[in-house]
Each structure stands twice: as C-alpha cells, then as structure tokens.
C-alpha cells in the first residue's frame, strides 16, 4: 500500500494472490486480533454516535436501507443491529473467508 501511495516504484509490493490468500487463512483470527490484540474500537464508536443521536432526538430511529463496505467479519453490523431492525441491510466484502466467518457467527 505505501508503495501505491507514494508512487515509489522501487518498493516491491505483494502479489494479489498472496494478499487474498493471507486474508481468506487469516479470516477466523481476524476479529480476535483486531479486538484483542489490537484494541481496535472503530465499531464502538460508530455505535456511540447511533447513541448519541437518538438520545438528542429522543426517539429511537430506524433506517430504511444500510450498507456496510468492508464489512468483514460484521462487527460494525452486530453493534448497529437495533438501529437498522428489518431494513433492507447490504455488505460488501471482497474476502470469502471474512464472509464466511461473518455466516458461521451469525448460525451460533
């Protein structure tokens, strides 16, 4: 990515195919990583302004349609869930491994 976003030529960059392959193995530990090890909290945030907006409208509110680009493993979908109820809901996510593990979590 570095390379691609300082057009330095002499970097080497990796294969598309091994970018896929390590994020498609990497899928079931992802979360984890993110969360744990990382102490990632992108998608709390994101849940905090849903709050924080219903609270100064005071009325819960309900979308129509939403649509979650990057959606990896769902954790973004999980904490907005009872924002969005039965709205028509997309997600958009290139790796089949992080799809797949957003499947088996929802079947628990």
């Known amino acids: 990515m570095l390379a691609t976003l300082t057009k330095d030529s002499g970097m080497e960059r990796a294969a598309n195919s091994y970018v896929r392959s390590l994020f498609d193995e990497y899928a079931e530990g992802f979360e984890s990583s993110l969360v744990d090890d990382l102490k990632y ?8 302004a849903f709050d924080r907006s219903e609270a100064e409208e005071k009325k819960k509110k309900k979308y129509a349609r939403t649509l979650d680009v990057g959606c990896g493993t769902g954790l973004l979908g999980e904490q907005v869930r009872t924002y969005i109820g039965g709205a028509k809901r997309g997600c958009v996510e290139r790796r089949e491994g992080q799809i797949e593990t957003q499947r088996a979590k929802r079947r628990r």
Do not use: D, H, S, W
């Open 41 to 48: 909290v992108g998608f709390e945030l994101v849940r905090a």
